[in-house]
């Protein structure tokens, strides 16, 4: 339970939340779950860690970090 002026920050460690839930089977909707964040109190930030490789040409968590930057997250 949040109050609604309680400020907020959003931390994820993206390894072991992605690990998480393919062992769970399912998938989380991030846009959602900032949403839902933003509307229990107020969201001041949203991080979500995991480690890229500069010298790798692709990496395959590049586009979800893209994506990310891109919906709010830092």
Known sequence: ?????ERLALLIDGANLH???RALGFDIDYKLM???FMRRGKLL???YYTA????EDYSPLRPLV???QFNGYT
């Open 1 to 5: 339970m949040f109050y609604t002026d």
């Open 19 to 21: 690990g998480a839930t």
């Open 34 to 36: 900032r949403q839902e």
């Open 45 to 47: 930030r949203a991080f």
């Open 52 to 55: 890229l490789l500069e010298h």
């Open 66 to 68: 893209d994506w990310l």
